[in-house]
């Protein structure tokens, strides 16, 4: 018998439940459906040994013998690395052989060792032409700054990566793939790897219309707002005539919403060129010190506003080539940030140096802010994220850090940061002086 809705009654069971009933009765469903099954039983004086759950159906041999296979299994590496598991022998090669995600196994050095039919299906090569081959061979898509990066880099640590990336498969078709790799721990060495894909393409394709929409939205609403824009300026500086005190004050409010508005334009507009890739690097030789004086400027009556004093480093520092659109918009973005989470009489540090070893432009933003709740650092840099400690304290649109992050990583440059509640936060840019050779910035991948 099946119950499709609502609470099981008394009704629904005494047709079925005989007096005296001798078989087995079986449930399956959510724990109170489970329980007010059990009940009703109970109550019709089904013996209590004739009712079974879940967790007390009978067991089969292969029942018992899996979980005997798994008895003495701990996952305890804090790195997410697999750790040693008894001989699965017949049972992983049926596991993996059946998984509807594509799953592949290679050594040390990427080459492949085994391979399921979904990864066959998938990239459209049978295992023998995929045997002693490496992933290139339908991933090649990929730059190879990026896959150092995002896959070798973590698995040399014996973390596990997780990237999404696009993939070319035997017929020339290119598919967007959500990739796992993990390190296999045998006799305490990293040994082996195993890598499941996931085909995503049409969330790919989604995500690349929305982005596509947002750009077409924001360029469509820019032309209005700046409209309003300098109609605004126009009224406050008495052109239209004379604002009386209270028309004044209402003005100004209408001007401050506007400039949000604006501010969300611009950041959304940023982004959909970085996801869609149209955002294109022009380098010319930059002066760092005039270009970050320029944005501390701009930011001038905000922090004379609110009392902030800000302290400027910038050590002399010889001309280099990258986009000064683009290293504006991140000093921007942090400067803005510290203001803006920087209580009144608060402390604001700027420094621009050189690490002359690494070749790297560094960018360090201080300030004694609200800082980020530890639990919520590792969303920090996420689209559309803020902090709960601040969401009530500031206005914010949660895309400065994630367009600062999408920039950084596209000129191949890194951020962190140092942060803590009440306290403060320090964010650090790492910026490439020397553009490493062979590199082409990668737009992010969509499917096409």
């Given at each position: 018998?099946?119950?499709?809705?609502?609470?099981?009654?008394?009704?629904?069971?005494?047709?079925?439940?005989?007096?005296?009933?001798?078989?087995?009765?079986?449930?399956?469903?959510s724990q109170?459906?489970?329980?007010?099954?059990?009940?009703?039983?109970?109550?019709?004086?089904?013996?209590?040994?004739?009712?079974?759950?879940?967790?007390?159906?009978?067991?089969?041999?292969?029942?018992?013998?899996?979980?005997?296979?798994?008895?003495?299994?701990?996952h305890?590496?804090?790195?997410?690395?697999?750790?040693?598991?008894?001989?699965?022998?017949?049972?992983?090669?049926?596991?993996?052989?059946?998984?509807?995600?594509?799953?592949?196994?290679?050594?040390?050095?990427?080459?492949?060792?085994?391979?399921?039919?979904?990864?066959?299906?998938?990239?459209?090569?049978?295992?023998?032409?995929?045997?002693?081959?490496?992933?290139?061979?339908?991933?090649?898509?990929?730059?190879?700054?990026?896959?150092?990066?995002?896959?070798?880099?973590?698995?040399?640590?014996?973390?596990?990566?997780?990237?999404?990336?696009?993939?070319?498969?035997?017929?020339?078709?290119?598919?967007?793939?959500?990739l796992?790799?993990?390190?296999?721990?045998y006799?305490?060495?990293?040994?082996?790897?195993?890598?499941t894909?996931?085909?995503?393409?049409?969330?790919?394709?989604?995500?690349?219309?929305?982005?596509?929409?947002?750009?077409?939205?924001?360029?469509?609403?820019?032309?209005?707002?700046?409209?309003?824009?300098?109609?605004?300026?126009m009224?406050?500086?008495?052109?239209?005539?004379?604002?009386?005190?209270?028309?004044k004050?209402?003005?100004?409010?209408?001007?401050?919403?506007?400039?949000?508005?604006?501010?969300?334009?611009?950041?959304?507009?940023?982004?959909?060129?970085?996801?869609?890739?149209?955002?294109?690097?022009?380098?010319?030789?930059?002066?760092?010190?005039?270009?970050t004086?320029?944005?501390?400027?701009?930011?001038?009556?905000?922090?004379?506003?609110?009392?902030?004093?800000?302290?400027?480093?910038?050590?002399?520092?010889?001309?280099?080539?990258?986009?000064?659109?683009?290293?504006?918009?991140?000093?921007?973005?942090?400067?803005?940030?510290?203001?803006?989470?920087?209580?009144?009489?608060?402390?604001?540090?700027?420094?621009?140096?050189?690490?002359?070893?690494?070749?790297?432009?560094?960018?360090?933003?201080?300030?004694?802010?609200?800082?980020?709740?530890?639990?919520?650092?590792?969303?920090?840099?996420?689209?559309?994220?803020?902090?709960?400690?601040?969401?009530?304290?500031e206005?914010?649109?949660?895309?400065?850090?994630?367009?600062?992050?999408?920039?950084?990583?596209?000129?191949?440059?890194?951020?962190?940061?140092?942060?803590?509640?009440?306290?403060?936060?320090?964010?650090?840019?790492?910026?490439?002086?020397?553009?490493?050779?062979?590199?082409?910035?990668?737009?992010?991948?969509?499917?096409?």
């Amino acid at each position: 018998m099946i119950l499709k809705e609502g609470d099981p009654e008394k009704t629904d069971l005494g047709n079925i439940i005989k007096k005296g009933e001798k078989r087995l009765i079986y449930i399956s469903g959510s724990q109170n459906f489970v329980n007010a099954v059990t009940a009703i039983l109970l109550a019709l004086k089904v013996p209590p040994k004739q009712i079974h759950c879940e967790a007390n159906y009978p067991a089969i041999k292969i029942d018992t013998k899996i979980k005997n296979i798994f008895s003495n299994y701990e996952h305890k590496d804090a790195n997410n690395a697999i750790k040693e598991l008894p001989q699965l022998d017949d049972l992983f090669l049926q596991v993996t052989s059946q998984a509807s995600n594509h799953v592949i196994l290679t050594d040390h050095n990427g080459v492949i060792l085994f391979a399921n039919h979904a990864a066959e299906q998938m990239t459209g090569y049978t295992f023998d032409e995929m045997r002693g081959e490496t992933p290139r061979l339908w991933g090649g898509v990929m730059p190879a700054t990026d896959y150092q990066e995002k896959i070798w880099s973590p698995l040399s640590k014996g973390v596990s990566a997780k990237t999404t990336m696009i993939n070319r498969n035997r017929s020339g078709k290119l598919y967007c793939a959500l990739l796992t790799v993990t390190p296999i721990l045998y006799k305490k060495m990293h040994t082996v790897y195993v890598a499941t894909e996931e085909d995503v393409t049409i969330l790919c394709e989604i995500d690349k219309a929305k982005t596509e929409f947002v750009s077409v939205a924001s360029h469509q609403l820019r032309a209005p707002v700046t409209a309003v824009n300098w109609y605004t300026e126009m009224l406050l500086s008495g052109d239209a005539g004379k604002l009386n005190k209270k028309q004044k004050e209402y003005m100004k409010e209408v001007y401050k919403g506007n400039q949000r508005i604006i501010e969300l334009i611009n950041a959304l507009l940023s982004i959909s060129r970085l996801e869609l890739g149209t955002l294109v690097i022009d380098r010319e030789p930059i002066d760092i010190k005039a270009l970050t004086q320029k944005r501390i400027d701009e930011q001038k009556s905000e922090i004379q506003k609110k009392k902030i004093a800000l302290s400027v480093t910038c050590k002399k520092i010889p001309s280099f080539k990258n986009d000064p659109k683009l290293i504006e918009m991140i000093i921007q973005n942090l400067l803005s940030n510290a203001i803006k989470y920087t209580p009144k009489k608060g402390k604001i540090t700027v420094s621009i140096s050189q690490d002359a070893k690494k070749k790297s432009l560094l960018i360090t933003v201080s300030d004694t802010g609200y800082g980020i709740p530890k639990n919520e650092q590792a969303k920090i840099f996420s689209k559309l994220f803020r902090a709960e400690n601040v969401k009530n304290k500031e206005q914010g649109t949660g895309l400065g850090l994630y367009i600062i992050k999408s920039i950084v990583d596209r000129m191949d440059g890194k951020i962190w940061f140092e942060s803590k509640e009440d306290k403060g936060t320090t964010f650090y840019v790492s910026i490439p002086m020397v553009r490493p050779a062979g590199f082409e910035p990668a737009a992010t991948s969509s499917a096409s």
